[in-house]
């Protein structure tokens, strides 16, 4: 699929509601087996989320929490991608693809509370944001074999079987970017690290891949665990000053990322600070941390940066011309890519039902989005999608990051995270 086809996206959060009366009622066509979708190569089975020659994808997204900004940014993109695809590139060559949006504001509750609500509608999750509600929803998602692309990245989520975590996990991550950090000499073996981390998977996942490479190079972590709803890091900063760090490490949101950051800048702790994507957000370039972030926050992500796809941000500016893109569309637009590629491989399996949908997912060895995200492997039962991570660093550039080396970054202490 050319880069062509991957639109840029909204700023403002698009709501598409799901079509009224969904049903897996097969039409009178049908064969024994369940629904038939004209494809011109044999007919497709089909069954819940598929109504006529329209799909229905769910999307549990944040436009109102601690991650909207990013929330909406992916949502949009993933919008904006389908859309493209309806006009072009339908699924099996028939389908349309429609998103049922809702937004959870983060809260696990209510994400399990909106599922209850779309999950007779539709035929797979296109987004479901926060590893805390990916958690919550994941036994349930598994009884009703629902393939689900989180915006999250915790390790735990690779033990749910219809989950395609999109990109390395966050213990991978982190050891990525202190693998890089140590390779470049901004950190050396034996040094204390301060890791900020929230409660909950993405933290607790984070600071595992921390201690983990700690342990490979003789370093000490000094560990916070905040709540997502703290915003002031000062206590901690002071903590890790008295304790003599040699680097920051960050497995928070953009907000907390920011409070460090100055905060470390006000009592004069100028160290690297290595960050877990999604540390990071453009805006925090326009807020008093910019420099201390320029200066010192690398980032490891699974999202490419924009200078690495200038076809997709000259279409995206073309078309929005007065909006700032984020690598949220770079993310979304990846991210639905690979969905499309999910739901090719049912085509060809000709079953386009849940269950068959979550078989061509297990297929799928090899899941290259042309460089927007890293490679993935969804073959690997509760391992890792992908062992590596594209190095980026905050700059004044659209995305409001670079990347600091030529393709994803590997570190070779990865292998013994399985």
Known sequence: MKLGNRAGVLLA???????????????????????????????????????GKTITLGVLTDLTGVFAALGADITNANTLYWEK????????????????IKDTGYVPQQ?????????DDILAMQQTIGSPINTALGDTYTQDSIVNLPSAWARNLTSFPGNG??????????????????????????????????????????????????????????????????????SQITQFKAAGINAL????????TASAAGAAATQGLDVPIIGNNPVFAPGLLKGPAAATLKKNLIVASPINGFDAHPELLADYKKKYPSV?????VVFGTGMSDVMKQILDKACENKDLTPEGVLAAKGELTDIDTGGLVVP???????????????????????????????????????AGLG
Request: charged share 20%.
């Open 13 to 51: 959060a698009t709501i598409l509601a799901a079509a009224s009366g969904c049903s897996t009622k097969a039409p009178d066509t049908a064969a024994p087996g369940g629904d038939t979708g004209g494809t011109g190569g044999g007919e497709v089975k089909v069954g819940r989320g598929v109504e």
């Open 85 to 100: 695809q309806n006009a072009g590139d339908k699924v099996c060559g028939t389908y349309d693809v429609k998103l049922d």
């Open 111 to 119: 994400g399990v509370q909106l599922y209850s609500g779309m999950k």
């Open 165 to 234: 975590v999109v990109g390395a996990t966050y213990d991978v991550e982190m050891t990525n970017g202190l693998g890089y950090a140590l390779e470049k000499g901004l950190i050396k073996e034996g040094d204390t690290l301060g890791h900020i981390y929230f409660e909950g998977e993405y933290g607790a996942n984070g600071l595992a891949g921390s201690k983990y490479f700690a342990g490979k190079h003789k370093m000490k972590v000094v560990e916070a665990k905040i709540k997502p709803t703290d915003q002031d890091m000062s």
């Open 249 to 256: 490490v960050l497995t928070t949101a953009p907000g907390q």
């Open 324 to 328: 700032t893109p984020s690598l949220g």
């Open 376 to 414: 993935l492997n969804f073959s690997k039962g509760d391992k890792s999608p992908s062992t590596e991570s594209f190095i980026l660093q905050p700059a004044d550039v659209d995305g409001g990051a670079k990347t600091l080396q030529a393709g994803a970054y590997e570190s070779p202490d990865v």
